[in-house]
Structure formats: C-alpha cells, structure tokens
C-alpha cells in the first residue's frame, strides 16, 4: 500500500471512508471525496510517490471554494495523479519543489473546517478540477471506518514495465499470420530459417521446452558444421583482447575525445546535484569514452 504518513500503518486509524456520508431518512446526503485519517503516533506526512508541489497554501478566503481544507499542500505525481494533503497544522514544502516518495510534506492538523487534529486525503486525475477517485482504492487500503487494514493486491508496476508487459504479450500471442518482423531482426531471422533453426514465423503461444530444446540441438549441429563459426568466433576473441599500438594520428583522436568528455563532465558537476544519478552519468561518460578509443583502435 501507498502510506502518506511517516508513521507506521499499525497506528493510523480512518475515520471517515470516502464516498456518501450524512445520509438522512430521504436518503439525501453529502459526497466525502477523499479519506480522512488520524494518527495516533508520528503525525508527519510524506510524499507517496514522486512528483511536483503545486500548490502549498493557507487558505482563509471564504469565498475561495478550498477554504475548508485551511492549510493544504497538492502534490503532482509524474503519472499525472493530482493528491491533496489538507487540514495540516504545517506545510514542510514550497511551490515548484520535487519530492521523491517519502520525503516529508506537512503535519497533521486541524485547520479549515475541522473539529480535530486529522489529514484529508484525497486524489483527483489529471485535469480534473473538482472530480475525486476513490483515495483507499488508490493506495490500497479498505475504504472503511477503524485501524487502516491494507488490500493484499499485486504490487502497482511502474510505466516501464508494463510497456514490456505489453511488447511481451504481443510477441508471444501473435498469430503466426502476423509475419512483421523488427527491421533489426530481418537479417537473424533470414539466417536462423536458411539453418534450419526456425520456420520464422511468429508462435502463437509461449514456446514449449521441447521446442526450445529441439531449437538447441539444431543451433548445435550448425555451430560445429565445418567448425566456420567457431573460427570466426576465434578471431574475433583474438581482435577484441589484442593489443593494438596506436597508428598515426589516432592519439590526437583519442585527446579530442577526451577534452570534449571533460568539458561535458565539468559540466554534470555544475549543474547536477550531487546524487545516485549524478555519479551514474560520470560513469557512463568513462565508459563513452573508453569505447569510442578502443573503436579507433581496432581499425
């Protein structure tokens, strides 16, 4: 589940679920669009996801249509997802801040319209002004009065791997009408179906074992068919780690690689902040380097 508090789920409590509330004998009530919780420890918020402080605010304007959250902070998520954090007795964030999942947001309170100390909690989707999505869906918890009881579910994916999920399907589901092959592959494929290893069509399901091991075998026999592609694999093993003495003019190639790599360089030491993701872009600058020389050198 997603927790918007610091403080461990074991001393959150719900005390008014999202959805319709107030109903009376003709059955006419209010709409709660969020959840509204209360701690019962640590009441310091934090941030579930990644995403931009849009809005950190005091709102006293009674005429202003969110002047019954008091002080509220809205956080943007890069997936689009807009989650307020209101009644807070403290705003910890300003306007235009990043946050990264748990980073702190505010404290509870009970600003606005509140009779006690508690978060409102509650989710919008992108765009929408007014419209609100069932918060305890959202972060996966029963939409329920009483101690916060999460949803056993499969954990949320993030964008990345559900494109994989995607191409994964597709590849693997294709009917083998569907002859389309990637324009990277038309050459492998031409290769694999002139060998005997494939038809090349695509499956139509998951590959059995059995077929996989009898694509094996097949690859076995051609790897060792006059013992062609094992020479050429021995030739390139001996190209890659033999030591190549520089030609003319190639150590004036590798200098001007590297002072534009260390312009670039001083450059991410300026102007990125010090982080995981700074020092990962200095070593995949290194490496730029070092393979772009060694394909000089092997020429």
Known sequence: MLNPYR??????????????????????????????????????LVAIGDGGIITSTMVTDPNNSTSEWGNYVRLDLDSGWRVYYCHLRER?????????????????????????????????????????????????????????????????????????????VHYLTETAADETVSEWAVDARKWAMDNGISDGTMPQRFIKREELWAMFERFEKILFKGGILIMNMIEQIENNFMYHAPKEGQPEIYQKIRDKAKEFAYLINELVPDSREKSLAMTKLEEVVMWANAGIARQ
């Open 92 to 168: 910890l964030v300003t306007v235009g801040q990043r946050v990264r999942k748990g980073d702190v947001i505010g404290v509870e309170g009970s600003t606005g319209y509140s009779s006690g100390s508690h978060l409102h909690f509650e989710i919008r989707p992108a765009g929408a002004s007014t419209e609100a999505v069932n918060a305890a869906d959202f972060i996966g918890i029963l939409n329920v009065i009483g101690n916060v009881t999460p949803i056993i579910t499969e954990p949320p994916q993030d964008a990345e791997y559900e494109k994989f999920k995607r191409l994964m």
């Open 7 to 44: 403080e461990d789920i074991s001393k959150l409590r719900v005390t008014s679920p999202f959805g319709m509330r107030n109903v009376n004998a003709n059955g006419v009530g209010d709409i709660h669009k969020g959840i509204d919780f209360v701690s019962d420890g640590d009441k310091t």
